[in-house]
Each structure stands twice: as structure tokens, then as C-alpha cells.
């Protein structure tokens, strides 16, 4: 009789343990047990952290995205408080869809848009286009580099593909939301994007008040720019003709260029060494714009990317340095930071450091369901050497067993964004339903199914 009671009592202990559990934990999560998690609570639970990223880890003074966020709170050149615009523009995307899942109320959301819009309309902008970085606190700019303290017209194009979607989300809503739209829209309308052809039929990436062009840099395809000069087509007051993008990054045809790497086709050439390159390439572009059934003359979209994505997997799998970890449920190479500082990890065996960015697989959960699914739970089982507050770390290497406890605004803000356009197409409807990007993507001779 008393081992029955004393079963019963386990049972009873066991049970309010469980239900304990569940209610502090309704998505089921538990602690990086994967086979324990479904699909959608795993994708809830993934996407939640990583928004938090550009929520609860925002600098509070501008509402903007930090550049980085090191766990143990060292900063290298006590940049803690340095924002991002390209990065901001991931957020600001990340926390739309935060609002549509009911992470923030669409009341918290707002207030939070409009802080970061209201730090815009002030802080540091040349020609309308912003820098790379700048004072979250104040709003200075602040160099990325030595020359480059000026406009920094691909970062200002991942910002404005967020505040796109944010004016969508917002211009038939309450007066207020309407109100907030309205001022990103006049942020949108100043951006020259002419200015920087530097009278040139191509778009150069920098320019500062001090160094004016001698950065150099004009920006030829293929690599993540592609919606910067979808971008400068689609502006109603600067607005660049079709001649800009079809000379200037498509250089005349040159962009094409066929060929094939572990066995997938690609049909443009890539600005790499190696014929393809780091993965953002196939993401940073196509947060906001929509590459299914994305066509111009010079490529099928969504079939280049999801090839360059499984060229990309294909190459981890076959592991031709022989790494520990990489396979079918762990590759994915990408910019990150690595073992010895930074590093735009790319699938040769020069670009390949050992280094798996979770943000590679994951951001491709769009092109490749199946396969960044399995890379998801293998990384959530692996717990706390991998996953933390803002979701799962930077990168890592299990070769070197080496775990570093950091954040990037860039590789973080894809992540949450390619989820939910996974699950929803929510960003990728916005964005593509704004009418200057349905009048830009006509004129440069694109075809879309979410064209009007």
C-alpha cells in the first residue's frame, strides 16, 4: 500500500511538473530536445528569439538595430551602441511580421516604428541616402572604414526595403499608422539615387562629404545588390532609367554566364572566384522582393537561387577539407564572423574555413524547405553551444570547438524575415504590392506573378 501511495504522489509531482512546463513554455519548446518540438512550434520558437534580436536588443534611444551583440559584453572599439541601416531595415521587417504573429501588439509596434522613423528624419543622410553605420544615440555617422563616412546606397536600399513594407503595412490603417506612412514616404522620395551613377550609366556604392568618390566602387553584378538598383528604378523622384541597370550591373549581358558546380546549373556569373559565392548573396535581395516566378532576360530567380543554395549544401556535404559537423543536417556558408575575426565564407576550398553561419540554411528555408528544416532541429538539439536569447549564435566550428556567444544584426534579420516569408509570404506581399516597386519592376522588363 505505501509503494502504491508513493507512486501516486510521483505521478501527481510528475504531472504538475508537466503542466508547470507546458505553461511557462507554450510553444512546446523544450531545451533543445529536437525530436520533442513540432515544425511550427520550432519555427515559432526560432523566429520569436530572433525578432527579439531587433526588439529587446534594440538601442533604446533610436529603436534601431546594434550592429552586433556580444553576450559577454566586450566591444571592439566600444561600438555597443553603434546601429546599422541595413541591418534596420532587416528589423524593421522582423518586427512587422512580430506584429502580424502577436509577439508586440500592433499598438507596441507602432510606437516602436515610429521612434525609429522619427531618428531617420534627423540623423546623418547625404543626398537623402544613408550611412552604413551611425551614433544610435545621436544620430552622427560613423565611418565604416576610413573613407567610407558618407552614403552608403546598399545599406540605404535594405533599409528602405524594410521601410517599404512597413509604409504597406501602415497606409490603410488607423489615422496614426496612415500618419507614420506618409513620413516614410517622403524618407523614400528623398533618396537620390542618381547622384550616385556619378553621371555614369552604373550606381556607385559610396560617397562622402570628405572623400567624394574615392572609394570607387561601382556596383556590377551578380552579389546582394540587386535590389539596390531595383531600388533606384522604382524611385517616383530620382528614379534611374532602365539603362542604368541593364549597362551598369547587368554590364551589357556580360552578367550572363553559365555554368555548373556540383552538378546545378546557374546562368549568371557571379562576382566570386569560385563561380558562386556566400549565401546572403541569395537572400539580403530577396527579403522584400518576391523571386518566385521572378524572371528578366537575365535569370529565373528563385530556380538561380535555390541552385546557388543547393550548390552551396552540396558542396558541405561532400566536406572536400574534411571538417567535423559538416553534412546533410549541418552546412550553410555564409559572411560571419569566424574562427580569426571575419569572413565571407563560400563554398571552395579557399573560401571555406570551417564555419557554419545558421543563418546560411536558415535564411534558405524559402528555396530549400526540406533542407533547412533538418539543419534547424540538428542545431536546436546541439542547445546552449549554439542557441541563445536572440536565437541561434553567429556561427561556429566545431573543428576548433569554437562557440562564440555573438550576434549580427545582418545574419540574425534574415533569419526571422525568410521564416515568415516561408510561412506566410507576409513581407514579400507587402513589399511587392507597393506601387513604385510594380511600376520599377515594369520598367526594367521584369516578369512576376505579384505584378498587377
Known amino acids: 500500500m505505501k509503494t502504491i501511495y508513493v507512486s501516486l504522489i510521483l505521478i501527481l509531482l510528475l504531472g504538475v511538473s508537466s503542466c508547470k512546463n507546458k505553461s511557462e513554455n507554450p510553444s ?4 533543445g ?16 528569439r530572433t525578432f527579439n534580436y531587433f526588439w529587446d536588443g534594440a538601442e533604446p534611444t533610436s529603436g534601431m538595430a546594434r550592429e552586433r551583440f556580444h553576450v559577454d559584453g566586450v566591444y571592439p572599439e566600444n561600438d555597443k551602441n553603434v546601429v546599422t541601416s541595413g541591418g534596420s531595415g532587416f528589423g524593421i521587417m522582423a518586427i512587422v511580421a512580430g506584429i502580424d504573429r502577436g509577439f508586440v501588439t500592433r499598438e507596441q509596434g507602432l510606437e516602436r ?6 531618428f531617420l528624419e534627423k540623423a546623418d543622410s547625404f543626398h537623402g541616402v544613408f550611412p552604413h553605420w551611425w551614433d544610435g544615440e ?9 573613407k567610407d563616412n558618407g552614403g552608403d546606397l546598399v545599406e540605404t536600399s535594405f533599409l528602405l526595403q524594410g521601410l517599404l513594407v512597413a509604409h504597406q503595412y501602415y497606409i490603410s490603417g488607423s489615422v496614426a499608422e496612415k500618419a507614420l506612412a506618409a513620413r516614410i514616404d517622403k524618407i523614400w522620395r528623398n533618396v537620390d539615387w542618381n547622384w550616385h551613377r556619378n553621371g555614369q550609366n552604373v550606381l556607385y556604392w559610396h560617397w562622402s562629404p570628405d572623400h567624394s568618390w574615392d572609394m570607387n566602387f561601382p556596383i556590377r ?17 530620382h528614379g534611374t532609367p532602365a539603362e542604368v541597370y ?37 537572400h539580403y535581395s530577396f527579403l ?27 558542396y558541405c556535404i561532400s566536406n572536400p577539407k574534411g571538417y567535423k559537423g559538416y553534412g546533410e543536417d549541418c552546412w550553410g556558408l555564409t559572411a560571419s564572423y569566424s574562427v580569426n575575426g571575419y569572413s565571407a565564407h563560400e563554398p571552395d576550398e ?8 545558421p543563418t546560411a540554411a536558415l535564411s534558405s528555408i524559402v528555396y530549400t524547405p526540406e533542407e533547412s528544416m533538418k539543419v534547424m532541429r540538428k542545431l536546436y538539439s546541439m542547445g546552449d553551444k549554439v542557441w541563445g536569447q536572440y536565437g541561434f549564435y553567429d556561427a561556429f566550428s566545431e573543428t576548433d570547438n569554437w562557440y562564440p556567444q555573438r550576434y549580427l544584426a545582418i545574419d540574425q534579420g534574415p533569419v526571422a524575415v525568410m521564416i515568415e516569408n516561408y510561412r506566410s509570404q507576409l513581407i514579400w506581399k507587402l513589399f511587392m504590392s507597393h506601387p513604385d516597386v510594380q511600376k520599377g519592376l515594369r520598367r526594367l522588363g521584369f516578369e512576376s506573378p505579384s505584378l498587377n
Open 350 to 357: 579557399k573560401g571555406d574555413l570551417g564555419v557554419i553561419a
Open 28 to 31: 512546446g519548446e523544450q531545451s
Open 113 to 118: 516604428l515610429t521612434r525609429i522613423v522619427s
Open 288 to 314: 522584400g522582393l518576391n523571386p518566385t516566378g521572378l524572371k528578366d532576360k537575365y535569370a529565373d530567380y528563385f530556380q538561380e537561387m535555390k541552385n546557388y543554395t543547393l550548390i552551396n549544401r552540396a
Open 33 to 48: 530536445s529536437a525530436l520533442a518540438i513540432t515544425d511550427d512550434a520550432l519555427l515559432d520558437s526560432v523566429q520569436h
Open 246 to 282: 541593364h549597362e551598369g550591373w547587368a554590364e551589357n549581358g556580360k552578367i550572363i554566364g553559365p555554368h555548373e558546380l556540383q552538378d546545378y546549373t546557374l546562368n549568371m556569373r557571379y562576382q566570386s572566384n569560385s563561380g558562386v559565392g556566400p549565401l546572403f548573396w541569395a
Open 221 to 237: 553584378g551578380y552579389n546582394e545588390c540587386l535590389i539596390t538598383y531595383i531600388l533606384a528604378a522604382c524611385s517616383p523622384t
Open 138 to 146: 545621436t544620430g552622427k555617422v560613423k565611418g565604416f572604414s576610413d
